[in-house]
């Protein structure tokens, strides 16, 4: 036998004898431990984050123990300690749970998610697909192209009367709350405060914990529409000298307010004696304001506050563009460079699909479209504001000139504590509104109208009796 063959049938041997001992290896099938089952359309247990009225119960049955996750391991890896201080979105917590709910069969009434109820223009569709089959879907620059920073710089200057550099002083983001914590990045740190008007919107407080710094509340009054009161935000500044920035969202999430011209140069001059402080101009709804002559100024516009104004906006709750994920950070150089190097080591750039999308809706849409909508929200907050009236216990001081937002007053209701009321009420009624608490306001619930008037009309009759039946 050649040394070749003897090779061969020595390998053959081997193999043969690797088969038997991994059969005899292989467990009895009654021995296997089956895996716990996973249940991906399991209903949801009705139950908010960090409510202490809700519980649950253990079963101890076989298909219970199947079903129980596995043991953790003894030792992870620790997360990063700053999550500890981050609480989650309410609002995108109770969206979470109502499109679960929906996916098992539920009918629910949602009214806790700020997204217009129509399309958005036909224009800003072909643009889209019209991009996508130009082939224009590749990488832009990181701040945007520049036909659409163009856009924005015209748009910006026709309507609000101030200019922007679209080369050195835009960034197109990712939706408007990258460019809200973007921003933030670019002016705070370790050891700087944040003013945030109260009622907020809670990604404010978090944002200023994400960069280091620690969040200021200021509160307002329902008397005043919680508008902000010039006294009390120096007085707040004054209590407050490391404070370095201060949010300014107008038209207000969640209250609907709008602050006139009048009000923003009284703001703008208590500013003058903090120079310090940079503003962080949140005008994301600045086209949905109902009084009479439908103006929202632009802070950046106003006598020395452009220098230190960070303007954000974009194109979700203007052109119903929400899916997009587009919007926009204007400021002066120093602080438009510095967030286009944070943005460029986040996301990169923002949808080059979306960008093409964003310029047909600022270079093609007609006013009168934009113009249109706002007719349209006015009816619903005044069909909403007229319910509410007829209902006992349930209160708005200042009715909202803007965005798509009511916060009434329900603390009548169980001692005041909203998220209970919630939760009985997307329990009992499937009716979905977020408790006022995450907004910094107790005691109240925020609807938003930007639906259907017949989602509105059956809203409206489900909160009625739930609260005649308590």
């Not at 600045?286 to 906006?313: K, W």
């Not at 926009?328 to 080591?345: D, M």
């Not at 001692?415 to 907004?439: M, Q, Y």
């Amino acid at each position: 036998m050649s040394s070749t063959n003897l090779l061969l049938e020595l390998l053959a041997i081997a193999g043969t004898l690797y088969s038997c001992a991994a059969l005899s290896s292989i467990p009895h099938p009654s021995s296997i431990t089956k895996p716990p089952s996973f249940h991906p359309r399991r209903r949801p247990t009705l139950a908010l984050r960090n409510d202490a009225t809700t519980s649950s119960t253990t079963s101890t049955s076989p298909s219970a123990l199947e079903e129980q996750s596995p043991s953790p391991p003894p030792h992870l890896p620790p997360l990063n300690p700053l999550l500890s201080r981050i609480k989650p979105s309410k609002t995108v917590e109770i969206f979470s749970l109502v499109k679960q709910m929906e996916s098992e069969g539920e009918i629910v009434t949602s009214l806790c998610v700020g997204e217009p109820d129509f399309a958005p223009p036909s224009c800003v569709i072909d643009a889209a697909s019209e991009a996508m089959a130009a082939g224009k879907t590749t990488y832009t620059a990181v701040s945007g192209t520049i036909e659409l920073r163009r856009a924005i710089s015209n748009d910006l200057k026709e309507r609000k009367g101030v200019y922007y550099d679209p080369v050195t002083e835009i960034v197109v983001g990712n939706g408007a709350k990258q460019c809200v914590y973007q921003g933030l990045l670019a002016a705070c740190g370790d050891g700087d405060e944040v003013i945030v008007p109260a009622p907020y919107w809670p990604s404010y407080p978090e944002m200023a914990l994400l960069v280091g710094a620690t969040p200021v509340i200021l509160e307002t009054a329902v008397e005043d529409g919680y508008l902000i009161d010039p006294d009390s935000l120096d007085a707040c500044l004054r209590d407050h000298p490391r404070a370095k920035a201060l949010i300014l969202c107008n038209p207000s999430n969640p209250t609907g307010g709008v602050h006139s011209t009048e009000l923003l140069t009284k703001i703008a001059r208590v500013l003058e004696s903090h120079p310090n402080v940079v503003i962080l101009a949140d005008e994301i709804y600045e086209r949905l304001v109902y009084t009479e002559d439908g103006q929202c100024a632009s802070f950046a516009s106003l006598p020395g506050m452009f220098h230190r104004t960070i303007t954000v906006n974009g194109f979700s709750k203007s052109h119903a563009m929400t899916g997009f994920r587009l919007g926009y950070l204007a400021a002066p150089q120093r602080y438009a460079k510095a967030v286009s190097v944070l943005q460029g080591q986040i996301t990169s750039c923002a949808s080059s699909v979306s960008q093409a999308a964003g310029v047909s809706a600022l270079t093609n849409v007609d006013e009168s479209w934009l113009a249109n909508n706002v007719v349209v929200m006015k009816a619903k907050r005044d069909y909403v504001l007229r319910e509410l009236a007829k209902m006992d216990g349930v209160r708005v001081a200042v009715p909202p000139d803007g965005a798509f937002y009511v916060l009434p007053d329900v603390s009548k209701y169980y001692d005041g504590d909203d998220n209970r009321l919630c939760l009985d009420l997307l329990r009992e009624k499937k009716l979905a509104l977020v408790p006022g608490e995450s907004f910094g306001a107790p005691g109240t619930v925020r609807l938003s109208y930007a639906t259907s008037m017949d989602e509105l009309e059956i809203a409206m009759a489900k909160l009625r009796e739930f609260l005649e039946e308590l």
